[in-house]
């Protein structure tokens, strides 16, 4: 069996996990990184695009509005084009409790987040589909961050210092030496083959599934309450700025505008299963009423998309033994040498995305002990590739460069003017046939038409190159077609409907996909 051997290992490639790698590697560490899945593609690719500015909880949660103040600070200078600065209103809606704006505004000041109150008449000024029965307002520096540009560009920086980023290549074993943990097995999900990985110390930051993975590695009371929120996606911008409405944090109370979409959510409903993706009806129903609360009309505009994510709610079984009971929506840095005599394991789990780059920190701070080689951290002031401008994104970028070049570029996906080029560029660094692959680097089917008129044209090309056969392209196209309708059946209303009926003549009645030649099982496994 082939093997590797490295200083840090990180289990899970969602934002912790490389944010940890990128630390490490900055921190002059050999790393390997591993996920089951495709970067991202855990809670991190399922989360709602907020940038947090710590408003959410200046009442709730003072120490996580502080933590998210302070970090939204540092993100949006080292990961600067990952962002667009839309900031934020905290509304008081006929629906909610006039005394809290007051609590809100002391919160907001006790913790440090900035925060003004404005006049509504400037915010619907602003905001001209916001309710007009708005009372209070406050503005925030909330923002969005695209997370798969986030994670790949800490993985890419990771991997210009000699990091080793293996997706698809899920943890399927912990080798443990008594009470040493020397690495772990892992499987790779395209070839069925194994490797073994030895390393000095395995970071654990497998979010909602860590309670899973401790487990392998026989350590016991890692406890995951995962929380499952569900999100849905509307064709256009509704609103520009990130709209909360200004109350205790509850369900469907954030709107966040994230490229060329608005993303309302979400719930917070208790599961056992970290792949649960259960949506149920009532829950879009409750999600499009809360909509209509902040913006009226919202039910008529086209609803998209519907996923869900799960939040990784830590509790440690041990102190419940103990009888102190521990049960924390901020983030835990599990130091199993100290909590269990083991050594050569560190755990990383809870948080926030908003918070990665500190997790990563405080996870190398333990890391370090482990080594017993304290390296300073410079996280904070490095920025990430592709950020070294420390200039936030635009949503017109990509409009910009493409009336520079009106003629001679082939665009393949028009909601998200995403050039010929860029396809084909992205397809052979990534060498990879998954087209949800290529839709997380470059958003390619994630605008208003849901890949209806661009994945035949980007699968035609992904067949074109490099030689793949026309049956894996098929397969390619099917598959990123069924991961479509899971998000798109529990929201067939209206126009959504019609657009839906629209992509099942081009998909069924034109392409006849459900007839395509697949590969045979054998030519898949090569
Ligand atoms: C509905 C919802 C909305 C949210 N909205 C926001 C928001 O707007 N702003 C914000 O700041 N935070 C938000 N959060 C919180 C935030 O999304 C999470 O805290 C964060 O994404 C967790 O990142 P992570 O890297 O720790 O976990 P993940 O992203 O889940 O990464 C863990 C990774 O481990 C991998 N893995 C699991 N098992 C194995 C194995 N055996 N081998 C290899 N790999 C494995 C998984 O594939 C996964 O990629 C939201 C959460 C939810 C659920």
């Known amino acids: ?24 590697s900055l921190r002059g560490y050999d790393v390997v990184l591993v996920d089951r899945a495709d970067l991202a593609e855990g809670t991190s690719g399922r989360f709602h695009g907020l940038l947090h500015s710590g408003g959410r909880y200046a009442v709730k949660d003072p120490h996580a509005a502080t933590e998210c103040v302070q970090e939204n600070r540092i993100v949006r200078n080292i990961a600067a084009d990952c962002i667009e600065d839309v900031g934020g209103f905290f509304v008081t809606t006929p629906y909610d409790d006039p005394a809290y704006a ?8 006790d913790t440090g987040v900035d925060c003004e109150e404005i006049d509504p008449a400037v915010a619907l000024r602003e905001e001209p589909r916001l309710n007009p029965g708005i009372s209070r307002v406050f503005r925030v520096p909330d923002g969005n961050i695209d997370v798969w540009k986030t994670v790949w560009a800490m993985a890419r920086g990771a991997q210009q210092r000699g990091a080793r980023i293996l997706p698809y290549h899920e943890v399927i074993a912990i080798h443990r030496n008594g009470d040493v943990i020397t690495g772990a097995r892992v499987r790779g999900h395209a070839t069925g083959e194994e490797l073994d990985i030895e390393a000095r110390v395995t970071v654990n930051a497998s979010g909602a ?17 995962p929380g499952r929120g569900i999100m849905i996606a509307m064709n256009h911008r509704l609103v520009n700025t990130c709209i909360n409405r200004c109350q205790m944090p509850s369900d469907g109370d954030i709107i966040v505008p994230i490229h060329t979409v608005c993303i309302i959510g979400t719930t917070d409903e208790h599961t ?43 509790e440690d079984a ?11 929506r901020a983030h835990a840095v599990l130091d199993h040498a100290e909590r269990d005599g083991v050594t050569g394991f560190v755990t990383i789990t809870g948080g926030k995305l908003t918070t990665f780059r500190l997790m990563a920190e405080d996870t190398m701070a333990a890391v370090s002990r482990h080594l017993g080689d304290e390296r300073p951290c410079t996280t904070k002031t490095e920025p990430l590739p592709g950020s070294e401008g420390h ?64 994945i035949y044209r980007a699968t035609g090309i992904l067949h074109g190159l490099d030689g793949l056969s026309a049956e894996q392209a ?53």
């Open 1 to 24: 069996m082939a093997t590797l051997s490295t200083d840090v290992l990180v289990i899970g490639g969602g934002a912790t996990g490389a944010g940890v790698a990128w630390d490490a």
């Open 102 to 109: 007051d609590r809100f505004a002391k919160g907001c000041r």
């Open 209 to 225: 599934w860590a309670g899973r993975v401790a487990d392998l590695a026989g350590i016991e009371g890692v406890r995951i309450l």
């Open 272 to 314: 056992d299963d970290p792949d649960d993706h259960t949506v149920l009806q009532e829950e879009v129903d409750a999600m499009l009423d809360d909509g209509e609360k902040l913006v009226p009309g919202f039910r008529q505009a086209r609803a998209l998309r519907v996923w869900t994510g799960v939040r990784p709610l830590f």
């Open 318 to 328: 041990k102190a419940l033994d103990t009888d102190t009971r521990d049960v924390t």
């Open 391 to 454: 200039a936030t994104y635009m949503l017109a970028e990509r409009l910009e460069r493409k009336e520079k070049n009106l003629v001679d570029e082939q665009i393949i996906c028009d909601c998200e003017l995403v050039p010929r080029w860029k396809l084909e560029e992205s397809i052979r660094r990534r060498a990879t046939t998954n087209l949800d692959d290529i839709r997380r680097l470059l958003r390619l089917g994630m605008g208003p038409c849901q890949g209806g008129f661009c």
């Open 474 to 526: 098929d397969k390619s196209l099917l598959e990123f077609l069924e991961e479509r309708w899971r998000g798109t059946w529990p929201i067939l209303y209206g126009d959504q409907l019609r657009q839906t009926r629209f992509d099942e003549w081009i998909f069924q009645g034109v392409l006849d996909v459900e007839h395509l030649p697949l590969p045979q099982p054998e030519a898949v496994a090569t």
